[in-house]
């Protein structure tokens, strides 16, 4: 079974960082990607930032204040976000699609509140 497990949110003021971690658990196919998503009250649930082996992708929201990155040994993908926003608050989403060969299946994690005040 896989799990992800996040860690790293919090109440943080405008102009701050937090770092975002994900850890993944009980993986057995390839991982195709990795990639944190966001939620806002009222809103749909928005990509931030993905990677794969080869490239990151991110939110023209985001560019050049969040930086994503992975470390493949432990299965954990992390978010660095400086330059905090207000807008940027929300439930903040690990994604971990994994390729059996066959398909690609998403993983989500439960999800970690990120506040920033003004």
């Known amino acids: 079974q896989v799990t992800l497990v996040e860690s790293g949110g919090g109440l943080v003021q405008a102009g701050g960082s937090l770092r975002l971690s994900c850890a993944a658990s009980g993986i057995i196919f390839s991982i195709n990607a990795m990639g944190w998503y966001r939620q806002a009250p009222g809103k749909q649930r928005e990509l931030v930032a993905t990677i794969t082996r080869r490239m990151t992708n991110y939110a023209d929201s985001v560019k050049g204040r969040f930086t994503i990155s992975r470390d493949n040994a432990k299965n954990t993908v992390y978010l660095q976000m400086n330059s905090l926003k207000p807008e940027d608050t929300a439930v903040y989403y690990c994604?971990?699609?994994?390729?059996?060969?066959?398909?690609?299946?998403?993983?989500w994690g439960q999800g970690t509140q990120v506040t920033v005040s003004s």
């Open positions: 994604n971990v699609r994994l390729d059996s060969g066959l398909y690609l299946n998403d993983y």
